[in-house]
């Protein structure tokens, strides 16, 4: 079965302190591999989508990193409003031409003032 | 534009009892999954309907659960009757992707679904 694993489950940072979430995944046929954001009591909310190894997307303090079998979410000088949890999922398509997407269980982040 | 909406945003039950989810996706968006987090657990999915068409129901938990999309607009998600293993949240998703290409999903607040 096609998984999704994130680590680590939490992570409490101080403000400015920057560091990274990784996610890996086992499956073959990536098309697409997605980061959501998750503030408590809404649903989740789209950062990026990366598709193939090398590739990197930046979105003010976070920068995302795809490698074969690993995708990195950058996380540089964090402030307490990047308090959050952040999914990891990846695409595959399925029989009928259609993708599917599969989430990770999330890290969930606080940032510290 | 109007986002994906979700009610009730939170529903309490008795064991046995039936409850009914409803998700308005965007306006124009073909595709809508449903997926469901249990506490503790990732979010899985549930269903895909394209239009009002089942695309994929793979991960319908049983025979209990019963989606509908009526005219291709919006959802139901029918759960009866009811166990305590169903309490979490559900979240419906709409997409305006079509076939082979990359999916960005945009999310609805979630039903929370508490079973007593």
């Known amino acids: 079965e096609d998984q999704v694993t994130q680590s680590p489950e939490a992570l409490r940072l101080q403000e400015g302190e920057s560091s990274s979430l990784n996610c890996s995944y086992t499956v073959s046929g990536l098309r697409g591999l997605f980061w959501y954001r998750q503030d408590p009591g809404k649903g989740p909310e789209f950062l990026f989508t990366l598709y193939s190894a090398g590739e990197e997307k930046e979105k003010e303090r976070l920068k995302a990193t795809l490698t074969k079998k690993e995708s990195f979410l950058h996380i540089t000088a964090p402030k307490p409003e990047d308090s959050a949890t952040y999914l990891c999922a990846h695409g595959v398509m399925n029989s009928g031409g259609y993708q599917k997407v599969t989430f990770g269980t999330g890290t969930k982040l606080q940032v510290i003032p | ?116």
């Open chain 2, 1 to 116: 534009e109007a986002g994906v909406t979700q009610f009730p945003s939170h529903s309490v039950i008795e064991k046995g009892q039936t409850v009914t989810l409803r998700c308005d996706p965007i306006s124009g968006h073909d595709n809508l999954y449903w997926y469901r987090r249990v506490m503790g657990k990732e979010i899985k999915f549930l269903l895909h309907f394209v239009k009002e068409s089942k695309q994929d129901e793979s991960g319908m938990p049983n025979n209990r659960f019963l989606a509908e999309r009526t005219g291709g607009t919006y959802s139901t998600l029918k759960v009866q009757p009811a166990e305590l293993e169903d309490s979490g949240v559900y979240f419906c998703a709409s997409s305006d992707r079509g076939l082979f290409r990359a999916n960005v999903l945009t999310f609805g607040a979630g039903s929370r679904l508490t079973v007593l």
